[in-house]
């Protein structure tokens, strides 16, 4: 059993501060100060915060369209983050990127794609970079259920298989893509089971407990470095909202019924961990409530700080293209 | 009857209809895309409804499988219409090229390939670099396909019926900016055929050429302009191959000036294509450097301080009229 | 076991078509008369004709760039054939695609691709017509053991296993891709495993027992047929002759050693099949001896009508680009 | 030294030496493509031996992924030189549009990609519509990668030291007809930057830009020309983003003509591109209508009958050279 206080507290923390987060971000949207698309990743917080804090710092992430939680789990800094989905210069981005496109190299986020399974290659060419620096540096690809569908998918397990790069596949069933349920659109039984393809392990994991993930990536990860190659690892989660706040593809049509819905809320990641650290004497009431709190506050600083930021001068469109600049127009 | 005549709908409903109207009269016609079978908004809405989940199919997160699908089905004599978008089209590209584009002309023309290619543009809503795509520009230049606009909802229904009648691949660009924007529909049926351009009003100091959104840019340019006793002639060719280059060459001859719109980055767009023509066809009748307008050779920026400044507006369309005038 | 002499008989007959026609294509080759790319199919003959034998010639099939083999084994009329390889006006294509692109939709020949994998979706939307359609005509795309690491692989089996296509995926595994060896590149043991991550039957099979190839074919078909959805088969099996003959990406280096192509070469496709007839006294020496000379008189008559046709005329090039043409220049 | 001044080597050769050296001074660059290791012919020849396996890597037939895998491995610090050829990139669209075009940009400029994207056109030979893609106009059109042709083993080693050199992704084409020319490449160490035109023969009458391949073309059209008096300046951009419009400019100023040449098909090609700027920047110095010649808007058909008609012949371009005199 996982006893390292620091650790268990920093899960809360992390998954607490993705909600908080991901709560004001559905208030800025609602209030026009977010516009484009921004995806929810409220009810899925245990999957990238245990996925992460099984990772070192200087090991690499890459990320898709519902991006805010993995870069918050690893770490990235929530101003800057705020900041971006403002539009303004002093976010991850400069502004450029916006809410799909969070990215902060400096702490191994190598970036949210909005194309799906388009960033998987970007985490295996990582790992190769490991393997060819003589480093034992680790990338994690998120990707959801309908990502595994793509063809980056197959083609990237079986390079990084081949190879024996360390990566761990990390796939975020939620069970929905948009409006299709996996059961319908993939073929084997779990997403998991697509490992025998490639013969690698293969692991499906309670997406709802930050320990188990925890647990099973650190395994993962484990073997990664140990130069024994990657895993596929599934963790079976929930999305709470729709597919996507705002602008995007909003699909009304009740292709899951609130029943589910409720079913899943009462599994909530959030509070299955907070509860286990009350349960186990852990962590106290008090000690909880004072972490909202401080978490609370620094995303109050984060919008602060966005909303205070000045957007990018007209100059920045054509800057960031090329490392060695050529006139553009 | 004035009823009819006074019929408004968006864009979106005139494709919606044409495609509904297609379905009932040709059973072999089908839909294939995403999250089309629960959407209540877009041009798909209601069509699973009416027409049932076989032919109005949900698809995995497979573009390149079910982009070629279509392929393999129109091979064999179905008449597929794929709901997809620019961006979603990178993963595909191997179907659309390899196999739409090249499969007739390689086998000796051996089978026809009658595919709607419902190709989506984001761009213009802070959707940021992966989602803004305008490459229809690379579907001029690979032969085989068929590359259509449409700038309003008279000419969406039409196009989108000739298109689906079409035996050929079509690649059916949809412009997101203006979708939602209505106009006069007749509900007779009615088509409108591919290489015959617009004028969407007549001028006789300079020819502006436009095409989807930029087409409404391009007719608020002519209008500011008017003002200032210039008078613009605005031209949308509807369709980019075949291109109706007559009437373009027509109207440059008699305004002996051309400015060329996009949305799609400058640099070998439509825009440059059709400078280019007219500076090898139309050369004589030029009195002026033929002005080329586009969006910005750089990716979409998510920022709505900076995605604006990347598309050409009614102002820099004018002032553009304005320089082959100098 | 199986003893419908015709069928066997024809067997025979069409692995003899596809021998002698490769033989004289090595020699035309040679001899300058045929340019470009030709990938010859020696050596692989009882996986195609095994596979197409097992359907009828309303039933559909895709082919890739090794491709004299499975339009012959369709039924393909090998004086269009050969006029297509001479790029003759009277060949397949009208000379327009060559060795790398033999197309007969007139038998179910959807056509051969040159680019890796490309012709497996093609085949997934053939079988989709015969659904919607309402026949029940099965597709069978043939694709090599390095084309199973495309995404296109993945992606196609996973639609037509969703949709219960009936699709055959048909790998002939000769176990290498140009100079690599498969055990090298796909990860999994087997290219049939791969079915596990597509919950679809996968059968690992005899390549060079034509026989064996019919039985498993037929039983994926009849499944096909029945509503059950796709299978994927790989044959193993084995090139005699380098990558490519002529053009193309000739690879000299020993990727393989001698000993190696000898072994396979023991277990002829042709030679085991002949003596089984020969054995169980289906068929005598004399029977073989004249099929085999009726075909030799085929191949000289194709090589002939290749030969006396003509190159299309310059009018040609701008034809059969649409059905509905355009100027074009 | 007077073996050195003479030695002559193929464009082959000049590129493989290229790649030696940049991995003999920089262990960060290494290659990856498919059966590199034991091709014994081609720019990658030898490679394996010096350098080993890790470093000169077989790739599976997932283009897409090892594409793809490239931008991730150049994000981390190494420089990845990638064999492979336009027909087999679009089955790795999304891999170079939607990362490693797009990446640098969309991240606001927090990583660079030193990537060089090996890009060989097989046209010529025979090799049918699957084989023969010369796509780099798409790679113009999308921002975010430079676009880089050689013409001679010369320019291909000091613009392939170049392109390793570089910090963005650079997609190098290949042309195959002229792989095997052999032209006078020194032993010591060069490199020719980008955005620089070589202007491959002076004139006054009239100016032909081409690149790759139809450089020594257009110098055999110069070559009849001047037989018939005609003066022609024959300029190769070497790279065409970024574009030395400057040195085209300069030229057309004093020839007042302009035949631009180009292998890919005619739309939206960069021959388009160039003649469409020329009509732009250069106008007022055109005398005659531009030429732009390019390949044929079909699929490239296999049989030696048809396939040479597709693409521009020294003949063609000596003739529209004539055709700007008339
Ligand atoms: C290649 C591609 N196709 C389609 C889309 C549109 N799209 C964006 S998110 C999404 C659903 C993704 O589902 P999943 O991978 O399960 O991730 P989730 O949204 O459930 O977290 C779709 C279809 C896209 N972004 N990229
Ligand atoms: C997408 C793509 N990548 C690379 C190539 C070049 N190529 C042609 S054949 C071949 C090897 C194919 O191996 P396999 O699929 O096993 O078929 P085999 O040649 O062994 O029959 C390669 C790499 C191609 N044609 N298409
Ligand atoms: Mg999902
Ligand atoms: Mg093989």
Chains 1, 3 share one sequence.
């Not at chain 1, 990657?230 to 009740?254: C, F, M, N, W």
């Not at chain 1, 990641?269 to 000690?287: F, V």
């Not at chain 2, 919606?16 to 294939?32: G, K, L």
């Not at chain 2, 179905?78 to 007739?104: G, H, N, Y």
Request: charged share 20%; glycine share 8%.
């Amino acid at each position: 059993m996982l006893e390292d206080k620091t650790l268990l507290m920093e899960m809360l923390r992390r998954m607490i501060r993705i909600r908080l987060f991901e709560e004001r971000v559905i208030q800025l949207v609602e209030r026009g100060e977010i516009v484009g698309a921004a995806h929810s990743y409220i009810g899925e917080e245990a999957v990238a915060v245990g996925a992460c804090l099984a990772l070192r710092d200087d090991d690499w992430m890459t990320g898709n369209h519902r991006s805010h939680g993995h870069p918050i789990a690893k770490g990235g800094d929530v101003k800057k983050a705020m900041a971006e989905l403002l539009g303004k210069s002093t976010g991850f981005c400069k502004g450029k990127g916006g809410s799909m496109h969070l990215a902060d190299f400096s702490v191994g986020i190598l970036g949210e794609s909005g194309i799906l399974g388009s960033s998987i290659p970007t985490a295996v060419g990582a790992a190769l970079g490991s393997v060819l620096q003589g480093n034992d540096r680790v990338a994690v690809p998120f990707f959801g259920d309908g990502a595994s569908n793509e063809g980056a998918f197959h083609e990237s397990v079986n390079l990084a298989a081949i190879w024996k790069l360390p990566v761990v596949f990390l796939c975020e069933n939620n069970q929905y893509a948009v409006s299709s349920s996996f059961k319908k659109m993939v073929a084997s039984e779990n997403i998991s089971d697509r490992s025998a393809a490639y013969n690698i392990p293969g692991v499906l994991v309670d997406g709802q407990d930050v320990i188990a993930m925890y647990e099973a990536v650190s395994e993962a990860v484990a073997r990664a470095r140990a130069g024994q190659g990657p895993s596929l690892i599934e963790g079976r989660t929930y999305r709470y909202y729709d597919h996507s706040l705002g602008l995007g593809r909003i699909v009304r049509a009740p292709y899951r019924d609130d029943e589910e819905v409720e079913q899943w809320k009462q599994r909530d990641p959030i509070s299955i961990h907070k509860e286990r650290l009350l349960a186990q004497g852990i962590a106290t009431q008090e000690e909880i409530d004072s972490m909202e709190a401080e978490v609370l506050a620094e995303i109050d600083d984060a919008v602060e700080f966005a909303r205070q930021s000045p957007y990018p001068e007209p100059e920045a469109l054509f800057e960031d293209m090329f490392a060695n600049p050529i006139p553009l127009e | 009857m004035t009823q009819t005549l006074t019929r408004e709908i968006t864009l979106t409903q005139a494709l919606n209809e044409a495609m509904r109207e297609e379905m009932r009269r040709d059973e072999r016609v089908f839909i294939m895309g995403e999250d089309i079978q629960s959407g209540v908004y877009g041009a798909s809405a209601g069509l699973a409804a009416e027409f049932g989940m076989e032919r109005v199919r949900d698809c995995p997160l497979s573009e390149n499988a079910f982009m070629g699908a279509a392929v393999g089905a129109a091979a064999v004599g179905m008449r597929p219409i794929v709901e997809s978008a620019f961006c979603f089209m990178w993963v595909a590209m191997d179907s659309l090229v390899s196999q739409a584009s090249k499969m007739r002309y390689m086998f000796g023309g051996q089978v026809n390939l009658p595919i709607v290619y419902r190709s989506s543009m984001y761009y213009g809503g802070s959707m940021a670099a992966h989602h803004s795509d305008r490459s229809y520009p690379i579907f001029m230049h690979i032969p085989g396909f068929k590359v259509v606009f449409a700038s309003n909802a008279y000419d969406g229904k039409g196009l989108m019926k000739t298109a689906i009648r079409e035996d050929d691949p079509v690649i059916f660009c949809e412009d997101r900016t203006i979708l939602g924007s209505r106009g006069y529909v007749p509900e007779e049926d009615y088509t409108i055929p591919f290489g015959v351009a617009d004028v969407k009003r007549e001028g006789s100091d300079v020819t502006i050429v436009a095409i989807g959104g930029m087409v409404g840019l391009a007719l608020q340019a002519a209008e500011a302009l008017s003002q200032e006793g210039i008078s613009a002639e605005v031209i949308d060719p509807r369709s980019l191959v075949p291109l109706d280059l007559e009437t373009i060459l027509g109207s440059v001859s008699k305004t002996g000036r051309l400015v060329t719109v996009d949305m799609a980055h400058k640099t070998c767009s439509a825009a440059s294509e059709i400078a280019a023509l007219v500076a090898m066809e139309g050369f004589w009748s030029l009195q002026a450097p033929v002005q080329r307008l586009g969006a910005a050779n750089v990716h979409i920026p998510f920022s709505t301080a900076l995605e604006p400044l990347c598309y050409p507006t009614a102002a820099t369309i004018a002032e553009a009229a304005k320089a082959t005038l100098e």
